[in-house]
């Protein structure tokens, strides 16, 4: 027989994973509220041609990473490799532009990519994104920021920084990227094939080039941010000033370019300690042009992604554990054929009584008790023969080691004052 075995770049998260992924999503939700952002859940597949045109076609992402089929009806799809087209979608076609504005969404959920898998890099890997629509005061800009940041820092994350940038908009990028290939014209011999491509389809993606020939010519490249515009200068500098204002350290990176077609002027990542290489724990920026390109009307946008690996990765790295999961505080072990009936009757009002319980399912008096230890169970029902004929159990407190006969009638009673007092 074949055995199965997961496809690459995928992870099976198994229970030992699960606190870190409970308490990173709710504490990621809970924040986002906290902030006045709502929930939005787009579908995990959508039209190829949503992504083709949303991302942009010069991308990594559509010209390589993409998960693309057709289905049995023949129509081309894609697994979602970023939220935002998905959710720029939905704000579309739901009407969400006639509420009133800021419109402020976040989502949490898998993202797919073909991508070559390494440590913090998967092919399937969840994002928690937030997008506030309608706003172009770089207020707007700051709130988002806020959010990463206080994401991170509820976290402990150590070695906090933003990464900014200013890419400009489609009236100086043009300036910018003819300066860009100009430099890079008296450099061709020294860079990547990619990037020879990238400055006839997307020149700003070569200064994201990860190859080691074209970090030289990099570092000595054009900024976009000698090259903005009246509008996209005064931006910069009011969201730079907010920043100050509050205190929150950032560093200008004139290499940070989204690899993402519609970003216009801010840019930023932030970077925390412990994970080397992949230092951004979540990038993301505003998007100006996104809405009107994919049929709706002209819509400032702001947002991030955060990927939840990568977060998981720097907690472990700095030492962060999380909270512990509950576990039903209460076990109950039996022996003997009249026990069972009273043991399940009992578990099943326990629970009704919004008490966690679980019954022992084989095994010896002993191996229960092991497997109630196990479990974590504070307090275990024992019930044997004996005691039950005269309509009692016993009824084990696992942390202090006493240990009570009970009337049966009791039992419900008995566990809520004893966890009362817990
Ligand atoms: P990178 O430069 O690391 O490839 P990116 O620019 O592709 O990142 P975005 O598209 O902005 O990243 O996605 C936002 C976040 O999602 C990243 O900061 C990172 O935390 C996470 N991320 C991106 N790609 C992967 C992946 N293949 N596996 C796990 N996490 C990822
Ligand atoms: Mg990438």
């Known amino acids: 027989m074949d055995k199965f075995t997961r496809p690459t770049g995928t992870q099976d998260l198994l229970p030992a994973e699960q606190p870190y992924w409970e308490y990173v999503t709710s504490s990621a939700a809970a924040t986002a509220r906290r902030f006045g952002y709502e929930r939005i859940e787009t ?29 049995k009806g023949d129509h081309a799809l894609t697994l979602r490799p970023e939220f935002t087209a998905g959710v720029v979608r939905a704000y579309i076609e739901n009407g969400l532009h006639t509420l009133p504005k800021p419109v402020k969404l976040f989502s949490l959920g898998p993202i797919f990519r073909y991508e070559r898998p390494q440590a913090g890099r998967f092919r399937q890997f969840h994002q928690f994104n937030a997008e506030i629509f309608g ?35 489609p009236v100086c990028r043009p300036t ?12 061709l011999h020294e860079i990547c ?42 931006h910069f500098t009011s969201l730079r000033s907010y920043l100050d204002a509050l205190g929150r350290p950032y560093t200008i990176n004139p290499r940070l370019v989204r690899g ?6 801010t840019v930023f990542e ?27 009307r002209p819509t400032p946008a702001v947002g991030f992604a955060a990927g939840l690996e990568r977060i998981i990765l720097v907690m472990k790295a700095q030492g962060l554990t999380p909270p512990a999961l509950p576990v039903p505080p209460v076990f109950i072990a039996f022996s003997g054929d009249a026990a069972r009936a009273t043991a399940v009757r009992l578990v099943v009002d326990l629970r009704a009584a919004a008490i966690g319980a679980q019954i022992a399912m084989g095994g010896s008096l002993k191996a229960q008790l092991r497997q109630a ?50």
């Open 193 to 234: 094939e990619d990037c020879k491509r990238r400055l006839e389809t997307n020149p700003l993606r070569v200064l994201d080039c990860k190859q080691e020939r074209c970090q030289p010519v990099i570092a000595g490249a054009p900024q976009s941010i000698a090259h903005l515009c009246e509008e996209c200068s005064t």
């Open 176 to 187: 910018f990227s003819a300066a860009l290939r100009d430099y890079y014209q008296s450099h």
């Open 260 to 265: 993402l077609d519609y970003y216009t002027k």
């Open 373 to 422: 230890d196990k479990a974590q169970a504070r307090f275990v029902f024992i019930i044997g023969e004996d005691e039950l004929a005269r309509g009692e159990v016993n009824f084990k407190d696992m942390a202090t080691g006493t240990q009570l006969t009970v009337a049966l009638g009791t039992a419900a009673a008995q566990v809520s004052q004893a966890l009362a007092a817990c």
């Open 43 to 71: 579908p995990i597949f959508e039209a190829t041609g949503l992504f083709a045109r949303g991302v942009g076609g010069a991308t990594d992402i559509v010209e390589k990473e993409m998960y693309s089929f057709r289905d």
């Open 270 to 296: 932030v970077w925390a300690e412990g994970i080397g290489a992949q230092a951004a724990v979540c990038g993301g920026g505003r998007y100006d042009g996104l809405i009107e390109l994919l049929g709706g």
């Open 135 to 169: 706003i172009q005061d770089p207020l707007a800009d700051l709130e988002t920021m806020l959010l990463a940041w206080d994401l991170y820092a509820g976290w402990d994350f150590k070695g906090l920084a933003f990464q900014l940038n200013s890419t400009g908009c």
